[in-house]
């Protein structure tokens, strides 16, 4: 077994509090040819199923444009409001 040193251990250190913190928050809502893997973020909000496997929203995406990709995620329905005051989105 080799030594590599405190950086290797730092990069390493960084690179699991990265990961960690993407988990905590979901992916981004794009598209990757099997939905976007909920929950999952578009800007400042986070898409999310409830138990019902209602789509719900938490968090404030007004300034946020682009694409939202939603599909193949099982949604049976959406909670009221869920889509209101977001941004420019297609």
Do not use: W
């Not at 019902?52 to 007004?62: P, V």
């Not at 682009?66 to 941004?87: A, S, T, W």
């Amino acid at each position: 077994m080799s030594r590599r040193g405190p950086a290797a251990a730092l990069a390493l250190a960084v690179l699991a509090l990265l990961l960690m913190a993407h988990g905590a928050h979901g992916a981004e809502c794009y598209f990757s040819g099997a939905g976007a893997s909920l929950p999952c973020t578009f800007g400042g909000c986070t898409f999310s199923l409830d138990a019902d496997q209602f789509l719900e929203r938490t968090g404030s995406c007004a300034d946020k444009s682009g694409r939202l990709y939603l599909n193949n995620e099982n949604i049976k329905g959406l909670r009221e409001g869920v889509f209101d005051n977001m941004g420019s989105c297609t």
